[in-house]
């Protein structure tokens, strides 16, 4: 590869009593040269991290300061998730019953997780719908697309008790935009839920 | 027939080219990286499947660590003087407004504001030092967020603002509460919450939706 004198071949006839000077290239061979630039272009490719964090859009409700301005929603198509520590996730369907018997734990992996269980209840909640007149509004809305409102009365709403994890918090959040909730709400805990989350870590300690 | 004598040509080829092409690559790798800016607190944040990348123009952080301790940061200079102003006026601090611009990070409850800004950047950024602007009133203590967000609300006068709340994994949902009652005070009711990026897990519904507009959008195309 390397390149050698090329350029001294020929015997120029100079004038007398002028010394022949033997003339040097002035090429270099820039192949390293290049080999070295494109290791360092790899060398910044790989080690530059492309991880751009991504912001997660939230929007709160205004708080209403008269009960009979408050959203009002249908018992039975409301899924509340507590969140307890260390990813421990609670949960009923519609209303809590008198004997706490409908509260269920769940967790976000494993078998039975609270994935499965917002996809169960979307679905149940969809096979119960009713079309009526708000219906109605909300397919006008959406260029006449009857499937729009079929969730309409799916709401889930996120309770997190005091030790429930940033992370945790923000996982459930993320659980609705996975599978595409449309309405949830962050509420504070019920002093009766509280109790029953207390209970219900009790018993599993004692097993 | 004797064949013609053809010339033999080098087979070496110039690299000058090439050499300018990497090394102009290189160049322009080098200038166009951005350096992850020095944070002053460490904030490990969850992920989300939320794809739009986090503003960094007109922010506003409000940023909980892994003690609970609330920071609050804001970029844009100009904001931080005209908010050093409304804390003059509504709070009866008087701080010099120079160094309060060159702020990074706000770190300490307003009684001890003072005595911070007048503190060296090397001090000052050392956060673990300081408690935090308290929120949560739990521990009875005022929530003095909302009164932050309220000055941040005058000090904006309506210009467009990026509210990010960056958290820790492993904060607790009351300093959480405490953040989101000042905003919601305040009449801040869209923020963006600063997550990793994550896959949608495939199976999903989400997972479902984007792929078919992938699809929609490939055939489009065509």
Not at chain 1, 3 to 11: C, V
Not at chain 1, 116 to 130: G, L, M, R, S, T
Not at chain 1, 158 to 180: C, R
Request: proline share 5%; glycine share 4%; with cysteine.
């Amino acid at each position: 590869m390397a390149e050698m004198n090329t350029s001294s071949g020929g015997h120029h006839k100079k004038g007398p009593g002028v010394k022949k000077g033997k003339k040097q290239s002035t090429r270099v061979d820039l192949t390293p040269m290049v080999d070295l630039g494109f290791l360092l272009i790899t060398f910044f490719i790989f080690t530059t991290t492309m991880s751009q964090p991504t912001a997660f859009k939230l929007f709160l409700p205004k708080d209403a300061q008269k009960p009979e301005e408050q959203n009002k929603v249908k018992a039975s198509g409301t899924l509340t998730i507590l969140i307890g520590k260390d990813g421990e996730l609670f949960y009923y369907e519609g209303e809590l019953s008198q004997k706490g018997d409908n509260f269920k734990t769940t967790t976000f992996n494993g078998p039975d997780n609270i994935r499965d269980e917002i996809v169960h209840k979307k679905q149940e909640v969809v096979d119960h719908h009713v079309h009526n007149q708000e219906c109605a509004k909300i397919w006008q809305q959406n260029n006449g697309d009857k499937n729009s409102c079929l969730d309409r009365d799916f709401v889930v709403i996120i309770k997190p008790t005091k030790d429930a994890s940033y992370e945790n918090i923000v996982k459930v959040l993320n659980e609705m935009q996975i599978d595409v909730v449309k309405r949830y709400a962050l509420v504070d805990i019920a002093p009766i839920e509280e109790q029953l989350i207390k209970k219900t870590e009790a018993t599993s300690v004692a097993k | 027939m004797a064949r013609p004598k053809l010339p033999r040509k080098s087979t070496t080829v110039d690299m000058t080219a090439m050499c300018d092409v990497a090394f102009l690559l290189l160049a322009f790798f080098i200038l166009t990286t951005k350096f992850k800016p020095d944070e002053a607190v460490t904030i490990n944040t969850p992920s989300s499947v939320a794809s739009k990348v986090a503003p960094d123009k007109d922010v506003v952080l409000v940023s909980i660590d892994k003690d609970n301790k609330v920071y609050l940061s804001i970029e844009d200079r100009d904001k931080k003087l005209a908010l050093a102003e409304v804390i003059k006026t509504t709070k009866g601090i008087n701080l010099d407004k120079d160094a309060f611009a060159s702020l990074d990070i706000i770190a300490v409850p307003f009684n001890q504001l003072a005595a911070y800004v007048a503190l060296p950047k090397s001090d000052r950024n050392r956060v673990a030092n300081f408690p935090g602007i308290p929120v949560d009133t739990s521990k009875g203590a005022s929530d003095e967020l909302i009164d932050w967000m309220s000055m941040i609300n005058t000090a904006y006068q309506g210009q467009k603002m990026n509210l990010l709340l960056k958290g820790d994994n492993i904060s607790t949902y009351p300093a959480f509460a405490g953040v989101l009652k000042a905003f919601k005070k305040n009449d801040f009711l869209k923020f963006q919450m600063v997550t990793n990026p994550q896959n949608v897990p495939a199976g999903t519904e989400l997972w479902a939706e984007n792929s078919a507009m992938t699809k929609s959008e490939n055939s489009g195309k065509k």
